[in-house]
């Protein structure tokens, strides 16, 4: 039996706000091995019955079932919901049940938009506060359909007749404001009623308007905060209403005093009104200081639709214990590191005050340790209204934390009455990893920790200081990692319309996106930025990067469409400004927080030249790639003979006559292996020196930014899988598994961040939340489950399976949710080197298993392989979809000792 598990829209499962015809997938299930697709059939209808359809492929014959876009001309229309739905037809001649899903527009034509940005007269440049907006909308029809759609400048919360309209949270999130806002989009016809409605919404200044960005900057986009909502009823006579904010809406001060990203939220519960979400007269709202609003007019062609991957509470963590410090504080641990906020219970009296201070790690004597904040306050300030129990949670800000400090709060609390809300952007989890070595598993939950801790909107360096803003390097070396454990395309995609939108004319892209540091004044002053505030490799090279990654994750083509000019921009860039092939340009990171460093510098020692160099060659080649995949090819073999140049230019430079490496640095070799940018000959030497290289290291990395996610690659790629492991699986310091010791719950952005003797590194830049060097996360499960990517068939159309069974771990147990299904890897090895393998290959997709040291192969089961060959112990097995179970006994393996005594 053939059935489909789930369609996917835009590579989402759910869009509600899309302004053009979306892109289609969908994973199958059969309970047949084997089972392929062999036609599908979609259809597209206004009503669930699919009486009224707009398309209908009709049967077509073909294997593809991820990235359908429809070429033809299906005209949609805003604020509607659509029923798709398909069925699929197997090599067993099997006819799937129809499989159902729905998406909504948005609004697609730009002359709907009727409503006016809207905002209070008596908002102060200088202040962040908040603001109530009220307005009301009369239904005197039966509805069809009804849609709301909203959006600040700053952050917002919407509700209809006192309910909350969604459990969104910090909505529109955090764009290149002067260029994209976005505004969400909410079915909201089971909160409407017949007559008056309300429509409420608070606002307050978050990444718009308060204090943002290492400058310490504030009004970054705008002196006061805007709303803007619209609701479109659909009425079943066939009419409809457009109702949106206007100078009818009226506005008050609201009860947040105080809330900013950094510092936290001051709450006065006294200041708050009813009339904010009752039905009353203009009148009463007049006595009672409300006023009418003031109504602009802004750009509305900037405005975007947010179809999914919006920021929520996602989880609740409950306090684990109370600590009372030696300096006397009491403090809640949470047992993790996160991102969120806390929400509390208390029954005090009226006007009692409440002070909670987040921050994430303890010093050496059990003290709280903030210093690490920098000036990131971190504090939640709250009013009691005293008529009973009450409880708060904010609204417009987050913290990065694992203990709250209680530094006003009623005695009598039970621990209960104190929870954490772990706030990020709305993803699936599609990877799973748990291995026979408990350390390595706290390092997976670890980095999965440190993706929900930074990706809240956009992908952010660190949740706790006053920093968490766009840093592209970091979300360019974590982003596969980031799309093994979650499906973050839409989290990606989103985020990669500002990289192009803040991109310069002249192609150089902005060390941080949204970029508030390129045309501030402040950066003169700066020790670091007056050096340059764009363009640095690596970094800047995620406008190629993360765009060909998700491209040959999800198979998705439009992506490198989409992308197109920005990489096309970012590659001139690099070469325009390139000395005869090296680049090299103003600011670079280089190898950054590497500990080959100079004392006291950041900057790893590594010379940028090569840093540079090694990524404008690798950009280089992939964008050629990228332009062939697009059916360019004249440009495609212009920029690969770029690439010929770089890469004749780099061995030129950077390696001698004895195929080795003129810069003595693990990330030099690192990065001329990874980066293939040696002759296969010379590689060899390259990673032998790799390891003498660790060896003389105490077999312990030195590496930064540039060369820790690829490190391990480096190794196992080139023959050196042992010690791979090694690393990994290094305790002391300077290794993955010393944070795990020291009893991290998140990835560290220092090797050192808790020494050996307890004390921090400088608190001038020691986050607890910082998953760049989490990108290990990748090669764990592309080699110790084994799951690669076939750049040939991208999505995992087809893959290479190739687990590097070794004797250091006993075994592993691992899934990914590719784009096609589930993919799973579970293996075991015993003392007698026995190995156990079981495989599930998704329906529709074939993979090529790689087993080395093989003796004794068998299959389980009576299954039928297409193909296996045994050479010299090493097997290639072509697998189609199913489950399979192999068993051999591994040759022989080299003694882990005997390989560092080599
Ligand atoms: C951030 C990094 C970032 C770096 C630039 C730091 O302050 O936290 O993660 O990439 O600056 O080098």
Redesign the pocket.
Known sequence: MIAIRQIQINFQNEQIGVTKLPIFSWKLESNNNETFQTEYELQIARDENFKNAIYTSDWVLTEKSIGIKIEENVELVSAKRYYVRVRVKSNYHEISDWSYTTFVTGIINQNLWKAKFITNPKDNRLVSDSSYFRGEANISKEIDEAYLFSTAKGVYNIYINGSKVSSDELSPGWTSYNKRILYQTYDVKDMLVDGANIISSLVGAGWYKGKIG?LNDRNNYGKSTEFLAQLIIRYNDGSYDIIGSSSNWMCKKGPIIFSEIYDGEIYDSKLEDELWTTLCAKKELIENNWEIVKELEGDLSILLPQASNRVKSNQIITAKQIITTPENDTVIDFGQNLTGWIEFKVNAKRGEKIIIECFESLDSDGNVYQENLRSAKQTIIYYCKGLGTESYKPHFTFQGFRYAKLTKFPDNFKMTDIKAHVIYSELDVTGEFKCSNQKLNQLQSNIMWSLKGNFLDIPT??PQRD?R?G????AQIFCKTANFLTNAHGFYSKWLKDVEADQLVNGGVP?VVPDIISNNPKVEGDW?LSQGTHS?AA?ADVAVLAPWNLYLIYGDKNILEEQFESMHKWIDFMNEHANDYIWNYKLQ?GD??ALDAAEDS?FGATPNDLTCTAYFAYSTRIFSKICKILGKDEMSNKYRQLYECIKDKYQNTFINENNKLKIQTQTAHILTLYFDLAEEAWKKTIAADLVTLLENNNFHLNTG?VGTPYICHALSDNGYVNEAYRLLLNEDYPSWLYQVNRGATTIW?HWDGIKADGSMWSPD?N?FN?Y?YGAIGEWMYQNILGIKVDEKKPGYKHFILKPLINKHLKSVVGSYDSVYGMIKVNWEMNSNNDVVIKLQIPVNTTATLILEDVINLQKESDICINNCEVINNNAMIKLGPGLYTFKYQQKQMINYNVTLDR
């Open positions: 290492f360096d660190c920093e803003v840093w592209t390097g970091d060390h670091l640095a970094w990171f950054w927080l950041y930014f952005e830049m986050s910082h760049a």
